[in-house]
């Protein structure tokens, strides 16, 4: 017991934020190589966003210490965090705004800003307004169904009884932010906006998600000489989604997840329950690459590291190192 009970407090100790890879933030270098690597890292090796508040919280982190927290902890996209990103922003550190303007926008799921000009008292006071409205929509929604509503907007549409903000960015930046957060739980969410959608290109892009979310194989790739990716492909795809939508009663995801392992074969196995783990290893490891992530996400659930796989990229080179990782950990 006095193994566990020490294996506990080094794990929430304030040294297990203290990480070498934020000396390289604010530059080119740590946007495009150290950043991805250091939230990996979080993924695996960190306590989850209670223990991160836990740790804030304490009164024993250093400057260093609540910079990497900031950065390090918007991996998690989890939005209970977020009061740490709004102390930091009105705090008196200049450094510590800077981590926690790009920190705030990574865990939301936006494109990270720069920040290498340093951010203003001005600009940290527009950006916790901007937290604020958040946290009030996040009160009654997810952040999967602000993007998606903020996508539609810039359509002219809106989900019914929309209330919350929504974001002036471009669809196919809203749409690449649900692309990051979206798990086999938000299907229903994207299906609606999928529904609401008169924008070919969204629509394509909503149904690739749908297709990784619920394990369905609706693109066909073109077969035989000549044959290509054009219209008609997706234009028969959107026809089989429609017609697997009308035929779905529960959208949940025990229900979507037992149709999908069962479409490969396997019967039997709640795929929601711990005895399903293995299948999920199976599927990550032999499994057709659409269904990789929900896979990945799913083995999460059974205790493994919160590594995300591309429902849209799935049988990509920077998707399969990530899955190799993913298995390295297993010992697969």
């Not at 009061?83 to 926690?100: H, K, V």
């Not at 951010?119 to 929509?137: Q, Y």
């Not at 690459?289 to 999460?300: I, K, N, T």
């Not at 659930?301 to 297993?330: F, M, Q, V």
Request: with cysteine; proline share 5%; charged share 25%.
């Amino acid at each position: 017991m006095t193994g566990l009970l020490l294996a506990a407090a080094l794990a929430f100790s304030p040294a297990i934020v203290a990480s070498p890879e934020t000396r390289h933030f604010g530059t080119e270098y740590y946007d495009s190589v150290v950043r991805g690597q250091f939230e990996e890292r979080v993924l695996v090796a960190w306590p989850g966003p209670s223990g991160l508040l836990e740790l804030w919280h304490s009164g024993e982190l250093s400057g260093g210490q609540k910079m990497s927290l900031l950065l390090g902890g918007a991996a998690f996209h989890d939005t209970q965090l977020l009061p740490l990103y709004r102390e930091a922003l009105l705090g008196g550190a200049p450094r510590l705004r800077q981590a926690a303007a790009y920190g705030y926008r990574d865990l939301i799921g936006d494109d990270v800003p720069s920040v290498r000009g340093g951010v203003s008292r001005e600009i940290a006071r527009g950006l916790v307004g901007e937290l604020d409205a958040v946290a009030r929509t996040v009160q009654r929604t997810t952040l999967v169904e602000m993007w998606l509503a903020s996508a539609l907007a810039e359509e002219g549409r809106r989900p019914p009884g929309w209330q919350g903000i929504t974001f002036k960015r471009s669809s196919a930046a809203c749409l690449k932010a649900v692309e990051r957060l979206a798990r086999t739980q938000d299907l229903e969410a994207v299906v609606g906006a999928y529904e609401l959608s008169g924008d070919r290109g969204n629509r394509v892009f909503l149904m690739r998600l749908i297709e990784g979310l619920s394990m369905g194989r609706l693109v066909v790739k073109p077969r035989g000489q000549g044959k290509g990716w054009g219209s008609k492909v997706y234009d028969e795809a959107f026809e089989r989604l429609d017609r697997w939508l009308s035929l779905q009663c529960d959208l949940t995801v025990a229900a979507v997840l037992e149709k999908g392992v069962s479409n490969l074969g396997v019967r039997g196995v709640d795929p929601m329950s711990p005895a399903a783990c293995d299948v999920w290893l199976q599927i990550l490891a032999k499994g057709p690459p659409p269904f990789w992530a929900v896979a990945a996400d799913r083995l999460y659930h059974c205790g493994g590291p919160a590594i995300r796989l591309s429902l849209i990229r799935a049988d990509t080179e920077p998707n399969r190192n990530r899955r190799k990782r993913l298995r390295d950990w297993y010992g697969n």
